[in-house]
Nanobody
Framework: QVQLEESGGGLVQAGGSLRLSCVTS????????VAWYRQAPGKQRELVAT???????NFADSVKGRFTISRDNTKNTVYLQMNSLKPEDTAVYYC?????WGQGTQVTVSS
């Protein structure tokens, strides 16, 4: 059974940084694209960033230039580095390897 486990969320002041991690188990994930999504209270879940098996990345316009995504296939881990955080980045962040979802990690950015 495939499991995804996110970590690294927390409370940070505006302008600060956090690094989220998504560790996968139960399947070799090196050949699969991985995505980070987020969902703020009262809003729909939205795609934040993706990384292909070859390392190509894509980002939502709202986070371009501030977030980076990377993967370490030897550790079955994908990272989301979030810099220059804004209060509007506050959300639960989820890792996805189709069709699986992690349980999410809360990110709260105070103003």
């Amino acid at each position: 059974q495939v499991q995804l486990e996110e970590s690294g969320g927390g409370l940070v002041q505006a302008g600060g940084s956090l690094r989220l991690s998504c560790v996968t188990s139960g399947r070799t994930f090196s050949g699969y694209p991985v995505a980070w999504y987020r969902q703020a209270p009262g809003k729909q879940r939205e795609l934040v960033a993706t990384i292909t098996s070859g390392g190509s990345t894509n980002f939502a316009d709202s986070v371009k230039g501030r977030f980076t995504i990377s993967r370490d296939n030897t550790k079955n881990t994908v990272y989301l580095q979030m810099n220059s955080l804004k209060p509007e980045d506050t959300a639960v962040y989820y890792c996805r390897v189709q069709p699986y979802w992690g349980q999410g990690t809360q990110v709260t950015v105070s103003s």
